[in-house]
């Protein structure tokens, strides 16, 4: 009889520990997500580094604004060039969308112990549907995310902080899919035929990276 208590109890912990861990991916997400609300709008200076291989590209300076929920602008002097997504902040929707997290592991990255966590929409509206976030929990910072999209494969983004007002990145490093980086009809004069070589030269993937300066916040 103690016997088959103990193992009820165990049964019992078990179950009670892996919902609570859910509740806590879940609790964490929100609470970061409660934690880019505070921002309301912001414009800032940026230099954008393309690197995308037999394709030259010379890195260019720009300015971004956003303005929430979601209104995301850059503004160049010149072409510039950048991936559908990735660069816009677009991952705020998955946040402020109803989704499950679920806990997967921690793990080192950046120098920085993170939780893993998986998220999943809910609804069928949004372009996303997975992606895994690197939290520093610690800071309360996403320190990586990757994200799996309907309709332009998948992109990582890898953030970096500075002492910025509400930890808004000093920089993030964006891994693309080449065939949804969007480029110019007036630079590449063949959208089609460019993608065609870079798919015949084997090239799939590309980067970019976003250095950020003078935050104007609120």
Same mark, same amino acid.
């Given at each position: 009889m103690m016997r088959s208590i103990i193992v009820l109890f165990g049964i019992v912990t078990f179950f009670t520990t892996v919902l609570n861990a859910q509740r806590d991916a879940e609790g964490l997400v929100k609470e970061l997500s409660l934690k880019m609300q505070l921002v309301d709008k912001y414009s800032a200076d940026i230099l954008v580094k393309i690197d995308v291989e037999f394709v030259n590209i010379e890195e260019r300076k720009a300015k971004v604004f956003f303005e929430k929920p979601d209104k995301f602008e850059i503004k160049?002097?010149?072409?510039?060039?950048?991936?559908?997504?990735? $660069? #816009?902040?677009? *991952?705020? /929707?998955? @946040?402020?969308?109803? @989704? &499950?997290?679920?806990?997967?592991?921690?793990?080192? $990255?950046?120098?920085? /112990?993170?939780?893993?966590?998986? !998220?999943?929409?809910?609804?069928?509206?949004?372009?996303?549907?997975?992606? /895994?976030?690197?939290?520093?929990?610690?800071?309360?910072? !996403?320190?990586?995310?990757? &994200?799996y999209t309907k309709s332009s494969g998948s992109y990582r983004i890898d953030f970096? *902080?500075?002492?910025?007002?509400?930890?808004?990145?000093?920089? !993030?490093? $964006?891994?693309?899919?080449v065939k949804n980086?969007?480029?110019?009809?007036?630079? &590449?004069?063949?959208? #089609?035929?460019?993608?065609?070589?870079l798919d015949s030269k084997g090239v799939t993937k590309g980067v970019v990276s976003i250095e950020y300066s003078n935050y104007v916040v609120n």
């Open positions: 160049s002097t010149g072409i510039l060039l950048l991936p559908k997504k990735g $660069v #816009e902040m677009d *991952y705020l /929707q998955l @946040f402020n969308a109803e @989704f &499950t997290a679920i806990d997967e592991k921690t793990e080192i $990255v950046s120098g920085k /112990q993170t939780r893993l966590i998986k !998220i999943i929409p809910m609804g069928s509206e949004l372009d996303i549907v997975l992606a /895994q976030v690197w939290i520093d929990e610690l800071n309360l910072r !996403i320190v990586r995310m990757k &994200t970096s *902080y500075k002492n910025n007002p509400f930890d808004l990145p000093a920089a !993030i490093r $964006v891994e693309f899919d980086m969007s480029l110019p009809s007036t630079l &590449t004069g063949d959208l #089609e035929s460019l993608s065609k070589k």
